[in-house]
């Protein structure tokens, strides 16, 4: 698919098909994700595949009971590791960082004609005791992958001279 296309595609997606992902396809996705830049090439993500359908289950419960999580063949929970880099003098670069990432691993799903959403409404301490995750790393996103159940609603955007400024802040 070629580059504006993916992005014109890339879809929030909570039903999917029941159709399993290829290997080969998934760790492409994910071979995008570990190409993503990183402060300092610090690379602070690691990712958790899950296809274990109970498993999937108490991840959805723990996403506030968003169940449509469990229908995905796929649940990637993206964890960011501690890292010294800062960004701005205020805040460590961990959750930027794991963002590219993610986003990256978002746009090649869609190139691969893989529906995904971006989760952020989730319980960090239970996902973390389920998956075994270390204290001092933190859950970023839950990321249901899977063929989408429909395609071609459009989601309203802002426009551009609504987003962007020239030169300085303006209202």
């Known amino acids: 698919m070629e580059f504006y296309t993916v992005i014109e595609e890339r879809r929030s997606v909570r039903s999917f098909r029941v159709d399993p992902i290829p290997d080969d396809v998934l760790l492409r996705i994910l071979e995008a994700a570990r190409k993503a830049p990183s402060a300092n090439n610090f690379q602070p993500w690691k990712f958790i595949v899950v296809k ?3 498993k999937k289950r108490k991840i959805a419960d723990f996403c506030m009971g968003q169940n449509f999580i469990a229908e995905a063949p796929v649940v990637i929970v993206a964890c960011g ?5 800062r960004i701005g003098g205020y805040t460590t670069s961990m ?4 963002a590219i990432a993610v986003e990256h691993l978002i746009l090649a799903a869609t190139n ?3 529906g ?3 989760i952020g409404a989730f319980d960090n301490i239970k996902l973390k005791r389920l998956l075994g995750i270390p204290d001092e790393i933190q859950v970023v996103a839950v990321i249901p992958v899977g063929y989408p159940l429909r395609k071609g609603w459009k989601t309203p955007r802002k426009e551009l001279e609504e987003i962007v400024c020239f030169e300085k802040y303006e209202d």
Request: hydrophobic residues 35%; negative net charge; glycine residues 6%.
């Open 81 to 85: 590791l501690p890292t010294p880099s």
């Open 112 to 114: 691969e004609g893989l």
């Open 95 to 98: 959750l930027v960082d794991v």
């Open 52 to 54: 274990d359908e109970e």
């Open 116 to 118: 995904t959403c971006w």
